[in-house]
């Protein structure tokens, strides 16, 4: 199984960055996650140098998103849809994306349940539940 290391995870997305801007080749991986660098950004400074990002810090207290972990989740929430698991993630999803117009505002309500189900696993020492994951964004698909 692949693990990678917060750095790992930093240099890829600047990797895919650098990449994306020079119209170098990227791997598949490395497309889809240029494809959500190019949805944002406010993140291209913190990715346009792997010393500074390697070396940053993201507090909660600071009050500022860490791209890194943001790029990842769309990454994780891109890859649950295509293979539809856990299963009935795809149809959530695609209803509320019809709700909301905005494929990448839906990733962004995923985004808060897959938080949420993150969340709730560690504090209660369980499995993350899928099934409550997938009623989470079928609620925001029908509110």
């Not at 119209?23 to 598949?28: C, H, M, Q, R």
């Not at 792997?50 to 994780?76: E, Q």
């Not at 695609?94 to 494929?103: I, P, Y």
Request: glycine share 6%; hydrophobic share 40%; net charge negative.
């Amino acid at each position: 199984m692949f693990s990678p290391s917060q750095n790992d995870v930093r240099l890829f997305f600047c990797d895919a960055y650098r990449k994306q801007f020079e119209g170098s080749p990227l791997t598949p991986l490395e497309a889809v996650a240029a494809d959500w660098i190019a949805e944002h950004p406010e993140y291209q400074a913190d990715l346009s140098d792997p010393d500074a990002a390697l070396a940053a810090v993201y507090n909660v207290d600071a009050g500022r998103t860490n791209p890194f972990l943001h790029l990842s989740m769309h990454l994780s929430i891109t890859e649950q849809i295509g293979i539809d698991q856990p299963v009935g993630i795809k149809q959530a999803y695609e209803l509320l994306c019809a709700r909301l117009g905005s494929a990448h505002d839906a990733q962004h309500e995923v985004m808060e349940c897959l938080g949420e189900m993150i969340w709730q696993s560690q504090r209660s020492g369980l499995p993350p539940s899928g099934e409550r994951y997938i009623e989470c964004v079928r609620r925001r698909a029908t509110r």
